[in-house]
């Protein structure tokens, strides 16, 4: 390491806030979880979250090489750790693996549907009751 990592401990808070949300994630969808039966959606969603993931760290990884390159950005070489990928020091992707954990314990928090039906299907009507008469 070169520098004094600055930008690095600028990261340190927030990621500190995305720890506690996504414990407290964990927490909520373990309770709802339950005594309930595994969904099988479950993998399908870690699966979808761990491809966007790589996708979006890919995507800053490019751009950020392009706007440094370009001159666009540049890092104080004294603040910077010296770990870089590129033209770009590590500490620039603190910020998108904090939303690859803070979006999804988000999502978990802020779900309200419960235990209701996921797919947004009606139930079937009762055929052992009579539909209500309409009035002339």
């Keep these: ?15 500190a806030a995305v720890a506690v949300v996504a414990i407290a994630a964990g927490i909520v969808a373990a309770r709802r ?7 099988s959606g479950r993998r399908i969603a870690l699966v979808t979250g761990v491809v966007a993931g790589i996708a ?28 870089k990928i590129g033209a770009i020091p590590v500490e620039d992707l603190a910020y998108s693996i904090a939303a690859i954990v803070l979006l999804p314990s988000l999502w978990v ?24 008469e309409e009035s002339p």
Aim: no cysteine; aromatic share 8%.
């Design 1 to 15: 390491m070169t520098g004094s990592g600055a930008y690095a401990l600028l990261a340190v808070p927030f990621f």
């Design 33 to 39: 979880a339950r005594g309930r039966r595994a969904p």
């Design 56 to 83: 979006l760290l890919v995507m800053t990884i490019v751009f950020d090489n392009v706007i440094v390159t370009l001159r666009i950005v540049a890092y104080d070489p004294a603040l910077i750790s010296g770990a």
């Design 109 to 132: 928090l802020f779900d309200r549907t419960g235990s209701r039906d996921r797919t947004g299907a009606r139930p079937a009507p009762d055929p052992t009751t009579a539909p209500p």
